[in-house]
């Protein structure tokens, strides 16, 4: 979604665009960091490209090895310096200072995103839509476990019964029985009122935004989390753990409510439900200005087409 997004940016600013994948099916079927970014980055140096004035490549890792001979950019939503931490990360870390500071322009999905770096940038996110909210709330929580382990579905259940809220709680990107075995499996008792709905498809997923009061997560990282920030703009109230990495909606939900931003998950889904604030989505709107599709489509024509010499 989000290379087809920049380039659709690219071409409304009157240039051709052709997005090449690579692919990397043997080694995402590894299940070990290190070989699967070193599996990725290897594709990518094989991976022919089209004669172009200019390449943008979609992440810190597909660049370790491709030093295209045109002026070329790096977008990425997370460095290894954040979400490659311990042993497993040490050649990964090690490589990527020399990668970036060789490249031409770079262009994070967000400030946060450059972690440690202190390099000169274009923050590029993912363009966020309005998401048109429904004329009725009837779901008192929604939330996001596709990957049960890094969005911490067992410490989601645990918070919503602790809470006491009584109402809906629907759980999506995971299927009720892989949701239920995740829990059987870290000994949680599934909670009342929680509902799977399964992974769906993202119209009805963008539905379901726009009819939750609360969207709650409690992941352990999160790269950019596109999943909250469509929730801010469908007007629900994001109620969230401290989530480690570079997270822009959680700046977000601090400024708007910092009540609703808490370790204990149950006292922050106490404080959504309990907090009636008619300026909450007006304000989010406001902060989300930077994350709109015109307002990403004037950063590439000022700033991204000149880097790249395309202007």
Not at 181 to 202: M, N, S, T
Not at 234 to 244: P, Y
Not at 257 to 272: F, H, N
Not at 287 to 301: D, G, N
């Amino acid at each position: 979604m989000a290379d087809d997004a920049l380039a659709a940016h690219f071409k409304a600013a009157g240039l051709t665009c052709a997005v090449v994948r690579v692919a990397n099916d043997r080694g995402r079927r590894l299940h070990y960091a290190p070989l699967i970014d070193l599996f990725e980055a290897g594709a990518a140096r094989h991976r022919r490209l089209p004669d172009a004035r200019a390449v943008v490549i979609s992440s810190v890792t597909a660049a370790f090895f491709v030093r295209p001979q045109v002026p070329y950019a790096i977008r990425f939503d997370s460095p290894a310096a954040l979400n490659r931490p311990g042993a497993m990360g040490l050649w990964q870390r090690a490589l990527e200072p020399r990668v970036l500071a060789r490249a031409g322009a770079l262009l994070p999905w967000s400030r946060e995103a450059l972690g440690p770096y202190d390099l000169d940038a274009i923050p590029l996110g993912v363009p966020i839509e309005r998401v048109e909210p429904a004329a009725t709330r009837d779901l008192t929580a929604l939330a996001y476990a596709g990957n049960p382990h890094k969005r911490r579905l067992e410490l989601l259940a645990q918070a919503w019964a602790a809470s006491g809220i009584e109402g809906r709680l629907v759980v999506g990107g995971i299927t009720a029985d892989a949701g239920r075995a995740w829990l059987a499996r870290h000994g949680v008792p599934e909670p009342a009122g929680l509902e799977w709905a399964g992974i769906v498809p993202r119209a009805e997923w963008l539905a379901l935004l726009g009819r939750a009061r609360l969207f709650v997560q409690a992941s352990r990282f999160e790269d950019h989390g596109i999943a909250p920030l469509e929730a801010l703009s469908a007007g629900a109230k994001l109620v969230s753990v401290r989530t480690q990495g570079p997270f822009p909606a959680l700046t977000m939900a601090r400024a708007l409510a910092p009540a609703l931003v808490d370790d204990d998950l149950a006292a922050a889904l106490r404080a959504g439900a309990a907090l009636i604030d008619p300026t909450y989505a007006e304000r989010a709107d406001a902060l989300l200005a930077p994350h709109r599709p015109e307002a990403l489509q004037r950063t590439v024509e000022e700033r991204v087409l000149p880097a790249l010499k395309l202007a």
